[in-house]
């Protein structure tokens, strides 16, 4: 982990794995602010994982990809990049003399060249093929599989807080599951016919 940094801070119900592009309709003043600032500054800010299940205190470094939309309002729908997971110390009601919070953190420094064993990024192409799904990538690294196969919030919990060594068997197991699911559903359409 890195020493503690201030940043902005944006508390959702939302846990973005590394790599993860998420999109944000963005409309309270105090966070539209936190929009200027972002697209002015080129500023990194936190979404924090505002849920119960959050007792470690994490929560994800964010950085803006894109405005996809503005409104007369001032509301923007945007786009937003994982780029580092953090361990968040100290919420604080504002950040500097801004209008939204900032918090107090410690950046993980996730490593995104983590790539998986053979045998399970076989099992992933697997499901990929399965799901008819190509992709543009020639070698997906493990948070990029984490994000592909879209992990419920208590997963996605449990997986970033798992040792390294630890991954591969946990999406090894979500793969396996989704796979057989895909099974189930082509069964169940060459079983059944609708009229």
């Known amino acids: 982990m890195s020493e503690v940094s201030l940043i902005p801070m944006f508390p959702l119900a939302l846990l973005p794995l590394p790599g993860e592009l998420v999109p944000l309709h963005i409309f309270e003043p105090r966070y539209r602010q936190l929009l200027e600032d972002a697209e002015t500054h080129d500023i990194t800010f936190g979404i924090y994982f ?70 399970m990024y076989d099992l992933f192409l697997e499901y990929q093929k399965l799901r008819n799904i190509s992709q543009e990538y020639t070698v997906f690294n493990t948070y990029q599989i984490a994000n592909e196969l879209n992990l419920e919030l208590p997963d996605r919990y449990k997986f970033l807080h798992l040792p390294d060594d630890k991954r591969d068997a946990f999406l090894t197991n979500r793969i396996r599951f989704q796979i057989h699911l895909l099974h189930q559903e082509k069964l169940s359409k060459d079983f059944f016919h609708l009229n």
């Open 50 to 119: 505002s849920h119960a299940m959050n007792e470690r205190k994490v929560g994800a470094c964010m950085q803006l990809e894109s405005v996809i939309k503005r409104y007369p309002s001032g509301e923007a729908d945007i786009i937003v990049k994982c780029t580092d997971i953090f361990t968040m110390d100290i919420l604080l009601r504002t950040y500097k003399n801004k209008l939204y919070p900032g918090g107090e953190v410690q950046c993980w420094n996730i490593d995104m060249d983590a790539f998986p064993a053979r045998p």
